[in-house]
């Protein structure tokens, strides 16, 4: 049986903390490209540049980044709350990822989510369950 040492579990919390502290600036991003971009059609700032970047709509590109930074809280919060590290972790990387496109949460964010769930997923140990003792009965 193999056992997880106390250290192992130290960076699995750490990796789910860089995840946490990913999700928020992601999100945090996200909010504030909506924001600014409602604020600039607003107040006519040369019809924000047409608020488009290569035919992508600002407002669509935050709305993208928030929820791929709640999915990346989400990642972290399986990874802590039901012990499923390597799912969590693999939600993680793939929606940090995806943020690229949309600025990565000032590109920290990113870089964040990536190192967080690498290190919970390179720390985890599963428990292995004891093989059942088999009796023989004559």
């Known amino acids: 049986m193999q056992v997880q040492s106390q250290s192992d579990r130290n960076m699995v919390k750490a990796g789910v903390v860089l995840s946490i502290v990913s999700g928020f600036l992601i999100v945090l991003q996200g909010a504030l490209r909506i924001i600014r971009t409602q604020w600039g059609l607003e107040l006519g700032l040369g019809e924000f540049r047409r608020h488009t970047l290569h035919g992508i709509d600002f407002k669509v590109l935050g709305i993208v980044t928030v929820v791929s930074g709640i999915m990346v809280l989400a990642g972290a919060l399986l990874m802590y709350k039901t012990g499923r590290v390597k799912e969590g972790a ?5 929606f940090s990822v995806l943020t690229v496109f949309g600025g990565g949460g000032y590109l920290i964010g990113l870089v964040l989510g990536v190192v967080g769930a690498a290190l919970a997923l390179t720390h985890y140990q ?13």
């Open 90 to 94: 693999i939600t993680v990387i793939a």
């Open 126 to 138: 599963p428990r292995r369950q004891p093989m059942p003792q088999q009796t023989t009965t004559s």
